[in-house]
């Protein structure tokens, strides 16, 4: 599964891989036997958490599955808590390339149609290194909330390593999520994350 998700950059994936000591080749962006393996490893690890923690929607499952295998556990474990509360989450977003991220920030910016959605361009966003996600609340209706007091209310869920947006100060962001890093500066993060390394707490 998780080679069609990042189908169109292969070294995207690889770092990734690398990053979680699933691949061991060349940071060369060439798929070969050493990331199909890594590959299979990973998809193994995925549903081995499935299997240990249960499973949910088809979009949150998409999302879950491109992340590292640190934020699965926790993005499940966080699921877990807001649901049985009685809490109608998803998770709407998760892993995006530099690409992904880039069409994102030209939203609303340079003549392009939608809203202004983020202030990362690719390489600057934490969703970038596969330990981010966005949720989504739903009503009973089936309608998308917007009310950021839904999602200040499930932030108590979100312990352990885990960062919350709403509690930035420059840009609060309170459907976020993200594993805590070893350095904070998004910087040393992507610098770790390029060349196949640890950056996780």
């Known amino acids: 599964m998780s080679d069609r998700l990042f189908a169109t950059d292969v070294l995207f994936f690889q770092r990734l891989l690398k990053s979680e000591g699933f691949y061991k080749g060349a940071l060369d962006g060439i798929w070969g036997p050493l990331s199909e393996a890594a590959s299979a490893s990973f998809d193994a690890g995925y549903d081995a958490l499935k299997s240990e923690l249960g499973t949910f929607d088809r979009r949150t499952e998409l999302h879950i599955a491109s992340l590292s295998m640190r934020a699965q556990r926790e993005a499940r474990q966080f699921m877990h808590r807001a649901l049985s509360r009685g809490v109608n989450v998803k998770i709407i977003s998760a892993t995006r ?105």
């Open 97 to 201: 390339t530099y690409e992904e991220q880039n069409r994102l920030f030209r939203q609303g910016r340079f003549g392009n149609a939608g809203n202004i959605v983020t202030k990362a361009r690719g390489g600057r966003s934490n969703h970038n290194f596969g330990i981010a996600w966005d949720i989504g609340i739903f009503r009973d209706d089936g309608s998308y909330s917007t009310d950021a007091s839904d999602y200040t209310a499930v932030a108590e869920y979100a312990t352990g390593p885990l960062v919350w947006g709403g509690d930035w100060v420059s840009f609060p962001d309170p459907p976020h999520y993200q594993l805590a890093t070893i350095q904070p500066k998004i910087a040393w993060v992507r610098s770790r994350f390029e060349n196949g390394e640890a950056y996780v707490v």
